[in-house]
């Protein structure tokens, strides 16, 4: 069964400091990795969308990192802000496309 | 551009009941697709629409029905619900042709309670 997981649950860190959250992933083949931030009450809202060939790709103060051998990502976030707080999500996408699968997330707490 | 909006926002129902979640984007995306959103688990694919006239079930389609009779609307339809379907639903569309569906854009959500 394809499955996307990730790691931490939940983390909290200060102002200021960058952290790195994880994402394993079974699916395969996979047509591209995305990662969305989620405020509270809110939609998604997308980062980044990597296809296999990529290795790492950024956003400002966020950057995700893909090894599609091992099937792992990870999303750098550098110099937190209390802004950032919100939850991660990491979808993989099978080769049919049409079908994400999300993770659970990661809920992130910037603290001051 | 309003993006993808969703409404109600929020909607409390009795077991049996039925109701339209709207969901109408002003992109001119071809894909869209609904999504349900439960505590601890990743988002999953109700139902999906790479065009008008085109529907096709997701991961968990059982007690919903859509219909995209215009390229802008994507209701979904509850048709006798069930506690089981208390959860967070979320409308994306998405540029994508076919059935790749590019980078989504997602509603604010509509949070639904099924007593």
């Known amino acids: 069964k394809n499955q996307v997981e990730q790691s931490p649950q939940s983390l909290i860190i200060l102002e200021g400091k960058n952290c790195t959250l994880q994402?394993?992933?079974?699916?395969?083949?996979?047509?591209?990795l995305r990662w969305y931030k989620q405020d509270t009450g809110r939609g998604p809202v997308s980062l980044t969308i990597?296809?296999?060939?990529?290795n790492t790709k950024s956003n400002g103060r966020y950057t995700a990192t893909l090894d599609a051998d091992t099937k792992q990502s990870s999303l750098h976030i550098t110099a937190s802000q209390l802004s950032d707080s919100a939850s991660y999500i990491c979808?993989?996408?099978?080769?049919?496309?049409?079908?994400?699968?999300f993770g659970a997330g990661t809920i992130l707490r910037v603290k001051s | 551009n309003a993006g993808v909006t969703q409404t109600p926002k929020f909607q409390v129902l009795k077991t049996g009941q039925s109701m339209t979640l709207q969901c109408a984007q002003d992109?001119?995306?071809?894909?869209m697709s609904w999504y349900r959103q439960d505590p601890g688990m990743g988002l999953r694919l109700i139902h999906y629409?790479?065009?008008?006239?085109?529907?096709d079930q997701g991961e968990v389609p059982n007690g919903y029905n859509v219909s995209r009779s215009t390229t802008e609307d994507f209701p979904l339809r509850l048709l006798s619900a069930a506690p089981s379907q208390t959860s967070v639903y979320f409308c994306?569309?998405?540029?994508?042709?076919?059935?790749?569906?590019?980078?989504?854009?997602f509603g604010e959500g509509s949070r639904l309670t099924v007593l």
């Open positions: 979808v993989v996408s099978d080769r049919d496309g049409n079908k994400l699968v």
């Open positions: 994402c394993n992933y079974t699916v395969s083949p996979f047509s591209n």
């Open positions: 629409s790479v065009g008008a006239g085109i529907t």
């Open positions: 990597m296809t296999f060939s990529e």
């Open positions: 994306a569309s998405s540029y994508g042709r076919g059935h790749f569906p590019g980078e989504l854009f």
């Open positions: 992109m001119n995306h071809e894909y």
